[in-house]
């Protein structure tokens, strides 16, 4: 059995012979109690140079510098290593060749029967590891000097907890503390009592860690109190492992720099009311020329009509109301226009499919531009439906294919087109409209085109290129306006000499189901009631003498009232009202929709029809009307009005 032991024994020591052999990241090698070498494996020579044969017996200290050997390093190391069981170190050892490598060295004590019976020696070259330690120092270093040159910027570190560990010479300018005065503190210091009452310090670390950065603006307290409007980052810092250490934080003085934008801006809004004044100047310049044509001409008919009345001429007659009522209907219009320029006109938006309008004004638009002028149309298969005003629409496409026609007077081509848009956030950003679904309906023409500071001012009001007399310039402003109330965009794609594009882009309407027409702008014959009583609410006299007249001839009775508050005590007398028509505007501190909601409250679900010169959105709910409302714009044929109110009564 001892045999078998010894046997196994030697068999074990040449196993790990073998093993050391093979390790050649490492010199593994053995000293006798003087120093000298025993043993030497395959990393001892790849590292130091020496073969086996040229090493052993020769004593270690010829791997250390002439410094060394000369301070006693070899020596001190042995010793230390005998008496505490181990010496490790780092430091330069010279290879055979002279040059040197920067080591890793641990030696143990071998001891046998309690003796001291010699060393295990392992060194490791660690110069590669060494010399990216130093790099990342100097860069450390470097760093540091540079962050602490920086002035412009507050630089400095936080621990977990948001306490300052360091300070950059930026900081203590930007903020007034010392690196002294504040190392230590929790950087909630710099906030507000505000924000600290609010928790923003905490949520600010939090947002940090859980992002990797926060970043954000806002007023910062300094050392004397003052407080300045800064931007802010924080970055988290993480170990290799992912655990939090600390957070890199930056801070921007933008005091100046906002001071300056609130300076811009309340020049912008100068500027922009200088603008204002300018264009409230042209408007009512071009206003009162219009208009002045206009009751001139109604004026006129009138004179005429009565002085032919006079002297018997009554067959004259209709020719004076046919020119009265034609220049009346053409004030109408450009009322519109004014409205829609400046969005203020109600809207009846419906679910409208623009292929079905623009196949159904085809005819129409043919006869307007004349024989000259060859139009093709583009619709695109599978158009989505849209949400808007149908006749205004179509007063739109009508008034862009006129100036289409007029651009060409040699004659050329028009091209009406749709198609279905996506809109992203970043065009939408560009063209100030909101990201998402669009129709787009487009008229194309081959005509003149257009220069850049005529469409800088295209949807200017009043503002025309047309000869005096040939147009108002209320044409694309009208466009505009109702494109922008129905919340879509226009936009004016031309190059002088070749034509222009004009495009609507109207949002899509999500509902299932087919368009519904718009009303036919038309006028219609007085429609015969069925009985039933109307309240009329307006301040003018004439305007409530012709509507009650009107309806007594269709066979409603009807009751005045010169304002809300007489309306009110109407409604509350307890007769039973069928419809209230009430004008939008009245005076006495109740306007038309505040008497239509108090009318609600009394009579649930009573009918309303509002009559309006000026169409206050703010009044009939922001330009769209609540069920069981209807909305009729003045001027009007009081035919028409007799029409509306039996398709009120009569349908719902």
Not at 128 to 153: I, K, N, P, S
Not at 637 to 647: I, S
Request: glycine share 10%.
């Amino acid at each position: 059995m001892p045999n078998n032991d010894h046997r196994n024994l030697k068999l074990s020591q040449t196993a790990a012979e073998q093993l050391v052999q093979s390790v050649v990241d490492y010199a593994i090698f053995m000293l006798d109690t003087d120093g000298r070498i025993q043993s030497w494996n395959t990393g001892a020579e790849r590292i130091k140079g020496y073969t086996a044969g040229e090493i052993i017996g020769e004593h270690f200290s010829r791997f250390y510098t002439e410094e060394d050997r000369a301070a006693g390093v070899p020596e001190v190391a042995l010793k230390q290593a005998a008496e505490e069981g181990r010496f490790h170190a780092e430091g330069w050892r010279v290879r055979k060749d002279g040059r040197r490598f920067w080591a890793m060295v641990v030696i143990d004590p071998i001891f046998e029967n309690g003796k001291l019976a010699g060393f295990a020696k392992v060194t490791r070259d660690i110069t590669h590891h060494r010399e990216m330690q130093l790099a990342a120092l100097e860069g450390e270093r470097r760093f540091r000097l540079l962050v602490q040159g920086v002035t412009d910027y507050a630089i400095y570190m936080l621990d977990p907890e948001g306490k300052i560990t360091n300070w950059n010479t930026g900081a203590e300018r930007i903020k007034g503390y010392s690196a002294a005065e504040i190392l230590g503190q929790h950087f909630s210091t710099f906030y507000t009592i505000e924000d600290r009452e609010a928790g923003l310090p905490q949520r600010v670390l939090e947002a940090a860690a859980r992002e990797g950065r926060y970043e954000a603006e806002g007023w910062r307290v300094r050392k004397n109190g003052t407080q300045f409007w800064a931007n802010v980052i924080v970055d988290a810092i993480r170990d290799d492992s992912g655990q939090l250490v600390g957070f890199a934080k930056v801070t921007r003085d933008l005091t100046e720099r906002m001071e300056i934008q609130r300076q811009l801006e309340q020049s912008r809004e100068q500027l922009f009311q200088a603008q204002k004044m300018e264009a409230i100047g042209q408007l009512t310049g071009g206003l009162a020329h219009d208009f002045n044509n206009l009751l001139t001409g109604i004026s006129g008919s009138l004179d005429l009509l009565k002085t032919r009345l006079a002297q018997g001429r009554v067959d004259e007659l209709p020719r004076y109301i046919t020119s009265a009522q034609g220049a009346a209907k053409r004030a109408a219009a450009l009322t519109h226009r004014l409205l829609a320029f400046a969005r203020r006109q109600t809207l009846d938006p419906k679910p409208t499919n623009a292929n079905d309008l623009v196949t159904g004004m085809e005819e129409m638009i043919r006869r307007t531009i004349g024989p000259t002028i060859e139009m093709e149309t583009a619709l695109a298969i599978g158009l989505w439906t849209t949400i808007c005003d149908a006749n205004q629409l179509e007063n739109a496409i009508l008034n862009l294919c006129i100036n289409a026609k007029d651009a060409m007077p040699d004659g050329g081509r028009i091209t009406i087109e749709t198609a279905n848009k996506w809109v992203d956030d970043q065009i939408a950003k560009e063209r100030d409209m909101r990201p998402g679904q669009y129709i787009q309906v487009s008229v194309s023409d081959t005509g003149t085109g257009m220069p850049p500071d005529v469409v800088a001012r295209a949807f200017d009001p009043f503002f025309t290129t047309k000869p005096t007399g040939e147009g108002t310039g209320l044409g694309l402003s009208m466009i505009y306006g109702f494109v922008r109330q129905s919340n879509g965009q226009v936009r004016i794609y031309t190059e002088v000499g070749k034509g222009t594009t004009v495009a609507m882009y109207l949002p899509r309407h999500w509902l299932s189901g087919k368009a519904e027409e718009g009303e036919k702008m038309v006028d219609e014959p007085a429609h015969q009631g069925s009985g039933g009583t109307v309240l009329v609410v307006d301040d003018e006299p004439l305007i409530r003498m012709l509507i009650c007249e009107v309806l007594s001839d269709s066979g409603y009775r009807t009751i005045e009232a010169g304002n809300g508050a007489t309306g009110l005590q109407a409604l509350r007398a307890g007769e039973a009202i069928d419809l209230l028509i009430t004008d939008v505007g009245l005076p006495g501190g109740m306007n038309g929709r505040q008497l239509a909601d108090a009318a609600r409250e009394i009579h649930a679900g009573l009918k309303i029809l509002f009559i309006t010169g000026y169409a206050e959105n703010a009044a009939v709910g922001n330009g769209h009307l609540a069920p069981g409302m209807h909305v009729l714009t003045k001027p009007f044929v009081m035919e028409k009005l007799a029409a509306k109110v039996t398709e009120i009564l009569q349908n719902e």
